[in-house]
């Protein structure tokens, strides 16, 4: 019996090896792929090709010796199909967000420091030669002037296709850092990580993702250790909810009329999406002639561009990686809304290199939640 039970603890103990190297693959293929995205040089449909099928490889050789939740099985399959019926390559983005949970809520013994600390290096390493090269060499110069509320400003894209995918990328390095930060060394590295923050907004003057960074910096600091404690349960449904109310917001934004100096505070997007609207119209499947229309809210974009179904799906799945947790720490919640709200302002919330760090970090959550019930 002794050697029975110690035979099946060796197996499951290989078995969280590989997934846990395995999702260390998968974090260095994001992040090299997200850095390379953002550059604007290589086509979206080749990276997120190559994301898709490492994913999927992982998804079908754990499937082999782990037995899924039917729920996610049927989730995965009516994804599948929804890309499928929309000829849209980019839209398996969604299947891929639900083979990474199906794969985390069922193991949660695997290493997930050692998975955020694979994905924080790669993604810095990347960062920084790009940041090197467009210094050194102008590599992959798309400065901007533009005209923003009362004046010009210039804006740097320190080697990205824009400024504010710079940020982006830099939010995601942030995002597996606030999950590698230990109680030792919390406020320091907090501090460290604002000055970094603020020198790269002097340069690419991005106003949203550096505001999220600031005020996640600033939440984590005031909590403390208490940021990894769980909190109450109705909080953490509320946070959850999170999307369904940004998209409601949303829809009332593009079906009312606007405040004329809030436009002008946001560049005028109000009026880009009523007039998107308006010429259009919203509609069950996707419309390739607004895929490459300049959107910065992910709700609008994922509901005009890309259909009622898959906005639905992709609303569903972003609600689901909260509230499926029995407990949430506050650093989650923190991570969660300022991922969320990104997606407001930004077309942030099919990237991986944000979706990620996250879903590693709750995945965590789900192991500590479990081996604290066990102990009882």
């Given at each position: 019996?002794l ?5 099946n603890q060796d ?5 969280n090896e590989?997934i ?8 260095i ?6 850095m390379?995205?953002?550059l ?5 449909n080749?990276?997120n090709?190559?994301q ?8 079908l ?10 729920l996610?099985l ?14 849209a390559p980019y839209?398996?983005?969604?299947s891929m ?11 949660y ?16 390493i990347?960062f920084?030669?790009i ?13 901007v002037t533009?005209?923003?509320?009362d004046?010009?400003?210039?804006r ?8 504010n995918?710079?940020?982006?990328e830099f939010?995601?390095i942030?995002?597996g ?13 907090l ?9 790269i ?9 550096t ?13 403390g ?6 909190m109450p ?6 946070v959850?909810?999170?999307?369904i109310?940004?998209m ?16 002008t ?10 007039e ?8 069950l ?6 895929e ?7 709700y ?9 179904l ?10 689901w990686m ?34 990620f ?12 939640y ?5 102990l009882?």
């Amino acid at each position: 019996m002794l050697i029975e039970k110690q035979l099946n603890q060796d197996l499951e103990n290989r078995e969280n090896e590989f997934i846990t190297k395995s999702f260390s693959i998968i974090a260095i293929v994001i992040s090299i792929s997200a850095m390379l995205q953002g550059l604007g040089i290589i086509g979206d449909n080749i990276l997120n090709g190559v994301q898709a099928l490492i994913v999927l490889i992982i998804y079908l050789r754990i499937s082999s010796f782990k037995k899924f939740n039917i729920l996610y099985l049927t989730a995965i399959f009516f994804s599948f199909v929804i890309a499928l019926i929309n000829l849209a390559p980019y839209m398996f983005s969604a299947s891929m967000m639900l083979m990474i949970m199906a794969i985390l809520d069922q193991n949660y013994d695997i290493d997930y420091r050692r998975i955020l600390l694979v994905y924080v290096k790669s993604c810095a390493i990347v960062f920084s030669v790009i940041v090197i090269a467009y210094y050194a060499f102008n590599f992959n110069n798309h400065d901007v002037t533009m005209w923003r509320i009362d004046k010009i400003i210039y804006r740097k894209s320190i080697g990205f296709d824009q400024p504010n995918v710079a940020m982006m990328e830099f939010l995601g390095i942030t995002f597996g850092i606030f999950g590698l930060i230990t109680d030792k060394k919390r406020k320091l590295s907090l501090i460290l990580l604002a000055i970094i923050t603020g020198i790269i907004y002097t340069q690419t003057v991005s106003r949203t993702s550096t505001i999220l960074i600031i005020l996640s910096i600033f939440l984590l600091f005031i909590l403390g250790k208490k940021a990894d404690n769980f909190m109450p349960k109705f909080l953490s449904k509320i946070v959850s909810l999170t999307p369904i109310f940004l998209m409601g917001i949303s829809l009332y934004i593009l079906l009312h009329p606007y405040s004329d100096t809030l436009n002008t505070i946001l560049s005028g997007r109000l009026a880009l999406y009523q007039e998107y609207y308006q010429t259009y119209g919203v509609h069950l499947l996707g419309r390739d002639n607004l895929e490459n229309a300049m959107f910065d809210s992910g709700y609008l974009q994922s509901l005009l561009s890309k259909g009622i179904l898959f906005a639905s799906q992709l609303m569903l799945i972003l609600t689901w990686m909260g509230w499926r947790l029995k407990s949430m720490s506050w650093k989650s919640a923190i991570l969660l809304l300022a991922y969320f709200s990104l997606g407001f302002t930004e077309t942030a919330l099919q990237h991986f290199e944000l979706f990620f760090p996250i879903v590693i970090i709750l995945g965590n959550d789900i192991g500590k939640y479990k081996n604290e019930k066990n102990l009882f």
